[in-house]
């Protein structure tokens, strides 16, 4: 039986100049054309796409019309505010640092998380961490039912399965983040006249790993159509720091560190991307499976994986419906 | 009524109300949740709850799998199998006691 595949393994490469001048000019066309906004206000963690959004726009609207968020809370990871700084002094652009632990600990965001773990695990409490994961999705056919990993103070670690109540409790609570980011990004849009940049790269926007309303939400979102490994070809292009080159993907949301494919893609992400091409450009699973390094079958529980998040990210999408269209706003 | 009928008249109201909104939908017996839309990942969860707490079993974790949660005759075959070898264990438990 023949390997050969007739999909070439660099099907994600792309012109990084070619693709960051259409950006810019998009950039520029959006904010000043579109929405008629002086600058930009990017929400900067550190990772690469926030890193590559904040590095256009400068280029696109003058590193005097965007402004960098840095938005840690108690959970966040100390390398988050420290790379979010390196990446404003880089750029020479404004930058604000607001703590949201304070607004987390009176929406009671914490203490609603929680106990929604001690419904499970009635010991958790002070100085323990956690997060949720994903049980391997690759190798067999199983459901993208979440665990609780729990590390107390003293080190031990426990795994336990989410029940529906616990799931919900614990998701609802945690979104207050990315929503109360959101929030004091429109305070900084609203002060300046400023548009609020999204951050999400193709997989994220396509696969709805976001936060209606909370990272889901903003002005305009120029990586979008990017795969990430075309996020990355771009940032190497823009000169972006090694360290956040070469930073693992992170949630920076549970107080555990936690990967984005224990949390969501459950494959690492040059493969994700890889099944997303293969899915839209209708690559067989058998085609794809050399490329990807992985077997037929395997492809194909990730197309099957793929379709359904698309479902449950079509909701996250959505916009306000209404029962009949007003017209004369369209 | 058949005890495999009750049940699978059972979750099929189940998952109506839950998942449908009480809007009736033909379905099948045979028809995937998941490739219909009918329930997604955090369905399952519910329907698991819904499982437990209704026939007094305990779904493990390898028993999260499509071949026994994806549709109405895969639920019942499920239940059917947990049920029996719960009565199996309880005479085995009881044969135990015997000797």
């Not at chain 1, 054309?33 to 002086?38: F, T």
């Not at chain 1, 959970?75 to 100390?78: F, I, Y």
């Not at chain 1, 920076?252 to 107080?255: E, G, L, V």
């Given at each position: 039986m023949s390997t050969h595949s007739i999909v070439s393994a660099d099907i994600l490469e792309l012109d990084a100049q070619r693709e960051t001048e259409r950006i810019i000019n998009g950039i520029r066309g959006l904010v000043f054309?579109?929405?008629?906004?002086?600058g930009a206000v990017v929400g900067v963690s550190g990772g690469i796409d926030s890193t590559v959004v904040a590095y256009l726009c400068a280029r696109a609207l003058g590193k005097e019309r965007v402004v960098a968020l840095f938005t840690p809370e108690t959970?966040?990871?100390?390398d988050s505010l420290r790379l979010g700084r390196m990446i404003a002094d880089d750029l020479g652009i404004r930058s604000f640092i607001e703590d949201i632990s304070p607004t987390l600990k009176g929406a009671r965001c914490y203490e609603r998380r929680d106990a929604a773990i001690r419904q499970l695990?009635?010991?958790?409490?002070?100085g323990y961490k956690s997060k949720i994961v994903l049980p391997n999705l690759v190798d067999a056919d199983r459901y993208a039912l979440f665990s609780i990993v729990i590390q107390s103070p003293d080190g031990e670690t426990k795994k336990v399965r989410l029940s529906l109540d616990a799931y919900l409790g614990i998701v609802a609570a945690t979104n207050c983040k990315q929503r109360a980011r959101k929030m004091i990004e429109y305070y900084y849009a609203d002060l300046y006249q400023y548009a609020v940049a999204g951050t999400p790269n193709r997989l994220e926007y396509d696969q709805g790993f976001f936060v209606k309303n909370g990272d889901?939400?903003?002005?305009?979102?120029?990586?979008?159509?990017?795969?990430k490994t075309q996020v990355y070809q771009l940032a190497a292009h823009l000169g972006v720091p090694a360290e956040i080159l070469h930073r693992p993907s992170t949630t920076?949301?549970?107080?555990l560190e936690q990967s984005q494919e224990e949390f969501?893609?459950?494959?690492p992400l040059p493969k994700m991307d890889l099944c997303l091409y293969g899915k839209n450009n209708a690559i067989s699973a058998a085609d794809l499976a050399p490329v990807a390094g992985m077997d037929e079958k395997q492809v194909q529980r990730i197309y099957a994986m793929i379709d359904a998040k698309r479902a449950v990210a079509h909701y996250l999408r959505s916009a306000p419906l209404l029962v009949e269209d007003v017209t004369e706003v369209l | 009524m058949p005890v495999a009928s009750l049940v699978a008249q059972q979750v099929r109201e189940f998952i109506v109300e839950n998942f449908l909104y009480g809007q009736q939908r033909a379905f099948n017996d045979e028809d995937s949740f998941l490739e219909n839309g009918i329930v997604d990942s955090t369905g399952v969860l519910q329907l698991v709850a819904f499982l437990e707490e209704t026939y007094r079993v305990t779904v493990e974790d390898e028993d999260l799998i499509p071949a026994n949660l994806d549709s109405i005759k895969n639920v019942t075959l499920y239940l059917s199998r947990k049920v029996d070898l719960a009565a199996e264990a309880q005479v085995g438990g009881n044969q135990g006691r015997r000797v």
């Open positions: 054309g579109q929405l008629k906004r002086k959970d966040s990871s100390p695990i009635p010991e958790y409490g002070p889901g939400a903003a002005d305009f979102k120029p990586i979008a159509h990017l795969y920076d949301t549970y107080s969501y893609f459950a494959i | -």
